[in-house]
C-alpha cells in the first residue's frame, strides 16, 4: 500500500514538475528554420579562419541573441568561434564540474547553402518524400531506413535545390532552445555551463583555433550527431602513408639499357590492395586501407594511402600488410627504390573516453529520461571532439536528430528537434544532481 501512494505521489510530481516547466520564448523549430536561412558555407584550402566571411552573420547573430538571453562573457574571437557562458543557479556552482556543449556553425563544401529554402512536411503518413523544387531529388525509404521512426512528425527538409544545413544548424539551435528554457525555468538547477559554436568544422580547420583554456569546460559534449538516440564516444584511429617509387628517366630515345619506368612498379603495388579491406568493401566497426591520390611519372611516383581502424593493433597489422606489399613488389622490381613513411594522424578519442565512462553513462540517462533509447555508435571518421579530447577537454559526441548530412536530401523533425534539446537540458541537471 504504501509503495502504491509512494507511486501515485511519484507520478503527480512528475506531472506537475512537467507541468511547471515554461516553455522556451523561441522554439527550437523556428529558431531552426531561422538559422538554416543564413549561408554558412565553409571553403577547403583557405587560408584564413573563418575560411568564408559569411560564417560570421551567424556568428555575430548568435553572439547578440546569447547576451540578450542573458549568457555572460559573450565574445566572437578573432577567428570566429563563439564563445560564452551560462551561470550556474546552484546554491555552490563550484560543486559542480563545468559542462561544454559545442556546435559547428559552417556547412558542408559539397552542396550550396545558399538561399536555402526550408520546406516542412506536416504530419508525416510514410512513404518517400519529393523534393518540391527537384522532383529527381527524393527521400526514400529504402535507402533512409529512419523515416519509418518519424509517422506523425513534422519532417524539415530544403526544396531540393540547396543542402538543408541540418548538419549542423540542428545542433545550434538545440543549444540556444536548452539556454533559453533554462532562462525561462529558474526552478531548474544546473551548474556553469560552457558554449561555443564553431566555423569550418567541415573543412576540418576551426578548431584548431579552439581555445580550450578560455572556454574553462571540464568535459564537453560536440552535439552534432545524427538519428535520436545515437550517442559517439569512439572515433577511428588514422594514420597517411605514403609510398614513392624512385626510377631513372631519361630521353626515351636513347633509353635502351638506361631507363627505369617507376610507374610499373606503382601499379604493381596498387594491384597487391586487399579487396576486402577497403572502403567500398566495409562498414560498421571494420577498418581499411584506401590509396587516396598519387602522382605519376617516369622518374618519381608516389601513392598516398589512409589506414582507419577503431583499435591501434588493427592499424598496427594493416601498416604491416603495407609494408609486405613493398617488399613483395620491390622483389620483382630491383632497378626501383621504394619507401614507406607513415604518419600518425589522430586517434581514436575511447582512449581518453574509456577514462571518463560518466560522460557517456550521463548522456544515456539524459536521452533515457527523454523518453529515447540511446545506443553507442562509433563514428567511421573524426570529429572536433578527437581534436579536443587529446587536448585535454574529453568531449563525445551527441545526436542531433537529423540525418543525410552533406547532401540535398538532408532533414530533421520537429520531434528530433525537440527530444535532442530536450537531451541536452537532462544533461545538464543530470551532472548537478549527481555532485
Ligand atoms: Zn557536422
Known sequence: MKSILAFVLCLVFLGM???QLKPSAESVM???????????QSQEDQSTTPSTRKQLNLANLLARELTALGAENVRVSEFGIVYATVAGN???????PVIGFIAHMDTSPAVSGENVNPVIHKNYQGGDITLPKDPTQVI?????????????????????TTLLGSDDKSGVAEIMTMIDTFRQNPQLKHGTLAIAFTPDEEVGTGIDKFDVKGFGAKFAYTVDGEELGEISEETWSARTATVTFQGKSTHPGTAKGIMINAMYALADYLDRFPHDMLPETTEGRVGFVHPY????????????ILLRDFEVSGLDAKEKILRDMVAQTAAKFPQVKISIDVKENYKNMKEVLKNYPELTNNAME????????PFLKPIRGGTDGSNLTFRGLPTPNLFTGGGNFHGKLEFNSRRGLEK?????????????EKT
Open 30 to 40: 523556428d529558431r531552426f528554420v531561422r538559422y538554416v536561412k543564413i549561408d554558412t
Open 420 to 432: 535532442s534539446t530536450e537531451t541536452l537540458i537532462n544533461l545538464a541537471l543530470i551532472f548537478a
Open 17 to 19: 514538475a512537467n507541468a
Open 293 to 304: 591520390a598519387g602522382v605519376i611519372d617516369v622518374e618519381s611516383s608516389n601513392l598516398k
Open 90 to 96: 546552484l546554491a555552490d556552482n563550484s560543486k559542480v
Open 366 to 373: 539524459a536521452a533515457r529520461r527523454a523518453g529515447l533509447k
Open 140 to 160: 526514400t525509404v529504402a535507402k533512409t531506413p529512419v523515416l519509418k521512426t518519424l509517422i506523425g512528425d513534422d519532417i524539415i527538409t530544403a526544396d531540393g
